[in-house]
């Protein structure tokens, strides 16, 4: 089943600093930043296409300053379908609630977190909002911060579960570490850094304690003591020592797998491509199992539906897509994961055709290569 919402903070064992609610309200100040500083090299009105808004509100809204979100009438729902926000809210879940929100890209090395990150501190460094002033600092500034702390906590989480993290913050951008995080070796992601060890800073965001704390728990002497060492002349606590610590504490919380969407959320969410659209399908049919689809796998439940519909697939890929070209096949999923089906059907429809048609451009760039 899916994990509850954490809606109130310092819920449960790990000690969360800010709700999922009040993060939501940092996102849509993250997003009124971005399209903000949009304005400056582009109309407001195309700014403000950014935003979600109608056609016939975007006129009456372009002529006013902006300052806050309400200046453009920017809410969580109208950006909560945005790469960016759906990566961060994947992040919050990751770090502080241990969810692996299956419906997006997974978190890790060589995809679009990498860029959401670096996004994200670049504006929380913004020279941008600092010189011009154009909107109010003392709000947008703490909720660029705490976006900046959960793309921190969720790197933290990663290296804690000895997976490879998808950004790295101790290093310079220039460093061979640092690109080493876009590219694969021998088809491995490095996991950068230190290691399979946490930075005192990582310590501190995993247990929700100051550095400065940390730091002392690294006394041996002292009761309940973090075992470190030194690499790099960095002080940093083996993956072991860290999370054996952190369960002493009760400040570790074991991870569980989650979509984030209700029915309608995904029903009106714009897959960026066919794997997407497949990885939210699947894990949706999945948490049903144990109360509508008893003994079958999702896959097992996409080949029947796509058979029932005049449809054989093959190999284990073309059953997991055979539906999504068969309207009466799409509805019956729309059904069995909780969806609205008309809007669900304009959405497979929109992602098909928009693979086809990224499919075309590519075979027309290869084509247009190869010498007359």
């Known amino acids: 089943m899916q994990a509850p919402d954490n809606t109130a903070a310092n819920t449960g064992r790990f000690p969360v600093p800010f709700s999922l609610e009040e993060f939501r309200d940092d996102l849509v100040w993250l997003c009124f930043a971005y399209i903000d500083a949009t304005t400056a090299f582009a109309s407001q009105a195309a700014a403000l296409a950014l935003s979600g808004l109608p ?211 995904l029903a009106r969410r714009a897959f960026v491509s066919l794997q997407e659209l497949e990885n939210v399908v699947m894990a949706r049919l999945g948490q049903r199992h144990a109360e509508a689809l008893p003994g079958q796998t999702s896959l097992q439940v996409l080949r029947e539906l796509a058979a029932q519909h005049g449809t054989t697939p093959g190999d284990d890929a073309s059953a997991r897509r055979a539906w999504m070209t068969l309207p009466g096949c799409v509805r019956e999923v729309a059904d069995l994961i909780h969806v609205p089906a008309d809007l669900f059907a304009l959405r497979v429809s929109e992602v098909v055709f928009t693979d086809a048609l990224q499919s075309v451009r590519r075979n027309i760039d290869m084509l247009s290569k190869v010498p007359a």
């Open 55 to 265: 056609p016939d509100e975007i006129d009456a809204v372009s002529r006013r300053a902006f300052e806050s979100p309400a200046d453009m009438n920017l809410t969580y729902q109208r950006v909560a379908s945005w790469h960016l926000v759906r990566s961060l809210v994947s992040m919050y879940r990751f770090g502080f609630l241990g969810q692996k929100d299956t419906s997006v890209e997974e978190l890790g090395p060589g995809g679009y977190h990498i860029a959401v990150a670096a996004l994200v501190r670049d504006m929380e460094r913004s020279s941008y909002q600092r010189f011009t002033q154009r909107i109010d600092a003392s709000k947008a500034a703490p909720s660029i911060a705490r976006c900046l702390h959960v793309v921190e906590l969720a790197n933290a989480r990663l290296t804690l579960e000895g997976l490879p993290r998808f950004f790295n913050f101790d290093v310079k951008d220039d460093s061979p570490d640092f690109e080493a995080l876009v590219d694969q070796v021998d088809g491995e992601y490095p996991q950068g850094g230190y290691g399979a060890a946490l930075t005192v800073r990582q310590m501190a965001l995993l247990s929700g304690l100051e550095e400065q704390s940390i730091r002392t728990f690294s006394n041996p002497a002292r009761p309940n003591s973090i075992a470190t060492e030194q690499r790099k002349g960095r002080i940093v606590v083996r993956i072991e020592d860290a999370k054996s610590w952190l369960v002493a504490r009760n400040r570790y919380v074991p991870l569980s797998e989650s979509v984030d969407d209700t029915g309608a959320e």
